[in-house]
Each structure stands twice: as structure tokens, then as C-alpha cells.
């Protein structure tokens, strides 16, 4: 005997309910309108290198109302985290240090990703290494030493703190974390304020002069710490960083240029400083 076939479950019931509908597809995300593109360029400002401005301030308001001049008083760059007898609690700090800093960096990739971009569109990728180790080199050789110039003169005329680039403790360490740190303030002042930051502002229908100036005065901003000096000075470096960004549209050489810039700074303290009578510190 052949078994009967179920009808369906609305008509069975003969309640006259409606079958169960499939749960809707989600909505299509927002477009990103300039009230959402000002928002996002604060927050990863507020999370990365507008922070790192205010504190600056900060730090420079602190500097003018001590009792000394700013060429007595003394900014780290890079400094211990732990007791000299706890080496590899203090490497492991730095490490942390370092990994987190990257954070805003994959922020801001992730979102170019949201709006149909990619790091490539800033150009922060290796397919030219030679062209962007060729560029960053000149660009280094050009602001490095333009840039110790203004320190030095800077410095003689008290308008500018001693910049004591490493303060670490002699382990075997040291230099490699230093390297690293350059590095990392490389990607991430050049990814932050020259990539992204004039590709959103030039979306949001900014002039190009007028997105050039604002990435230069937020550097100059967040380097305020160090004295007017080198708030002068890394205003100049912003420049010409957003004209190189501008003309080769390429963020990879300017990484390159400042991680080549610190790595001599850096190691440079390690073992000038202390050796040589011209170098204050």
C-alpha cells in the first residue's frame, strides 16, 4: 500500500497561516559620504599620529614652562622598558611595542579594502623594490642631512631639547630594536599621513595644497616634543614627502627615506654620542 504524501505544512494546519519566509539578505553597506570619510579620518588619527600631536603639545608646553632652557632638558626617542638585570623582560616589551604599533597601519589598509582599494593604491607594496630603495636613499641623503643641520643650529640657538634617540640599556638586543623602530616609524608616519591621509582629504574635495599643508603641519605637530626647531624642520620634510608622494604616487620610498633616516640616528647615539664633541647629548 502506498504511502501517503504530507501536504504542506500551511495547508495541513488550515489555520491560514503563510509559509515561513527566508530571512532577508543583509542591506548593502552605507556609501561613504563625507560626514562617514571625516569620521573615519579621525578615528584612525585619534588611534595613531593625532595623539601622538597632542601629546606632543603637551610635552612641549611642559619643556617651555620648566625652569630650564630647552637645550638643558632631554628627549628620548626609544627608551628601556624594564631593569637592566631583566633583559628579556625588557626585549619582550619591545617587541610588544613594536607589533601594536602596527595596528592603525592595518586599520588603514583594511578600510581602503572597504572602498574598492588596496595598499597599492598608495603605493605601499614591493614591486619596484629598486626604484623605491634607489628613491628612498636620495630622499634620505637629502633630508638626513638637512635635518641634523637644523638640529645642530637649532640646538645652539636653545630652540631645541638635546634628542637622546636611544635611551636602552646595553644588551646584545639593542641594535637590532633599534633597526626596528626605525622601520616602524617609518610604515607608519608614511602610510598614515602621506598615503592615506591626502588620498582621503583630495576625496573629500580638499585642494591639493591645501591636503600637503595639513600633512605637513601634523608632522610638524607631533614632533613639537623636540623643540620649534624641529617643529620647523619636519614641516619642511613634510613637504617635500607630499611632493614626492604627489609626483611619483608611491609611499614605499618615503618608508624607506625615514627608516634609513632613524637607522642612522639610532645607531648613530649608540655610538656617537658621548664620542664626538659637535654632537649635543
Given at each position: 500500500?502506498?504511502?501517503?504524501?504530507?501536504?504542506?505544512?500551511?495547508?495541513?494546519?488550515?489555520?491560514?497561516?503563510?509559509?515561513a519566509?527566508?530571512?532577508?539578505?543583509?542591506?548593502?553597506?552605507?556609501?561613504?559620504?563625507?560626514?562617514?570619510?571625516?569620521?573615519?579620518?579621525?578615528?584612525?588619527?585619534a588611534?595613531?599620529?593625532?595623539?601622538?600631536?597632542?601629546?606632543?603639545?603637551?610635552?612641549?608646553?611642559g619643556?617651555?614652562?620648566?625652569?630650564?632652557s630647552?637645550?638643558?632638558?632631554t628627549?628620548?626617542?626609544?627608551?628601556?622598558?624594564?631593569?637592566?638585570?631583566?633583559?628579556?623582560l625588557?626585549?619582550?616589551?619591545?617587541v610588544?611595542?613594536?607589533?601594536?604599533?602596527?595596528?592603525?597601519?592595518?586599520?588603514?589598509?583594511?578600510?581602503?579594502?572597504?572602498?574598492?582599494?588596496?595598499?597599492?593604491?598608495?603605493?605601499?607594496?614591493?614591486?619596484?623594490?629598486?626604484?623605491?630603495?634607489?628613491?628612498?636613499a636620495?630622499?634620505?641623503?637629502?633630508?638626513?642631512?638637512?635635518?641634523?643641520?637644523?638640529?645642530?643650529?637649532s640646538?645652539?640657538?636653545?630652540?631645541?631639547?638635546?634628542?637622546?634617540?636611544?635611551?636602552?640599556?646595553?644588551?646584545?638586543?639593542?641594535?637590532?630594536?633599534?633597526?626596528?623602530?626605525?622601520?616602524?616609524?617609518?610604515?607608519?608616519?608614511?602610510?598614515?599621513?602621506?598615503?592615506?591621509?591626502?588620498?582621503?582629504?583630495?576625496?573629500?574635495?580638499?585642494?591639493?595644497?591645501?591636503?600637503?599643508?595639513?600633512?605637513?603641519?601634523?608632522?610638524?605637530?607631533?614632533?613639537?616634543?623636540q623643540?620649534?626647531?624641529?617643529?620647523?624642520?619636519?614641516?619642511?620634510?613634510?613637504?617635500?614627502?607630499?611632493?614626492?608622494?604627489?609626483?611619483?604616487?608611491?609611499?614605499?620610498?618615503?618608508?624607506?627615506?625615514?627608516?634609513l633616516?632613524?637607522?642612522?640616528?639610532?645607531?648613530?647615539s649608540?655610538?656617537?654620542i658621548?664620542?664626538?664633541?659637535?654632537?649635543?647629548?
Open positions: 500500500m502506498a504511502e501517503r504524501t504530507s501536504e504542506p505544512a500551511s495547508a495541513a494546519s488550515g489555520d491560514g497561516e503563510r509559509p519566509r527566508a530571512p532577508s539578505a543583509h542591506p548593502a553597506p552605507a556609501p561613504l559620504t563625507p560626514q562617514l570619510l571625516r569620521g573615519e579620518i579621525l578615528v584612525v588619527l588611534l595613531s599620529l593625532g595623539a601622538a600631536a597632542v601629546s606632543a603639545m603637551i610635552s612641549f608646553i619643556s617651555m614652562t620648566a625652569p630650564q630647552l637645550a638643558e632638558q628627549a628620548s626617542l626609544v627608551g628601556s622598558q624594564a631593569d637592566a638585570q631583566r633583559p628579556w625588557d626585549l619582550s616589551r619591545q610588544y611595542s613594536l607589533v601594536f604599533a602596527m595596528a592603525p597601519v592595518a586599520l588603514v589598509v583594511h578600510l581602503l579594502h572597504r572602498t574598492g582599494q588596496s595598499a597599492t593604491t598608495i603605493g605601499f607594496d614591493v614591486r619596484r623594490p629598486g626604484r623605491d630603495l634607489a628613491g628612498g636620495a630622499l634620505a641623503a637629502l633630508i638626513g642631512g638637512g635635518g641634523l643641520v637644523v638640529y645642530l643650529v640646538w645652539q640657538l636653545g630652540l631645541t631639547v638635546t634628542v637622546a634617540p636611544s635611551a636602552l640599556n646595553d644588551h646584545w638586543w639593542q641594535v637590532p630594536v633599534l633597526v626596528l623602530q626605525a622601520v616602524k616609524n617609518g610604515v607608519l608616519e608614511e602610510v598614515i599621513v602621506v598615503g592615506y591621509l591626502l588620498l582621503r582629504l583630495e576625496r573629500l574635495g580638499w585642494s591639493p595644497v591645501a591636503a600637503v599643508l595639513a600633512s605637513s603641519v601634523l608632522r610638524a605637530f607631533y614632533h613639537l616634543y623643540g620649534i626647531g624641529m617643529f620647523f624642520g619636519n614641516l619642511v620634510m613634510g613637504v617635500v614627502f607630499c611632493w614626492f608622494y604627489r609626483r611619483y604616487g608611491r609611499v614605499m620610498p618615503l618608508v624607506v627615506a625615514h627608516a633616516i632613524d637607522i642612522v640616528a639610532f645607531a648613530g649608540v655610538y656617537l658621548g664620542r664626538v664633541d659637535w654632537l649635543p647629548g
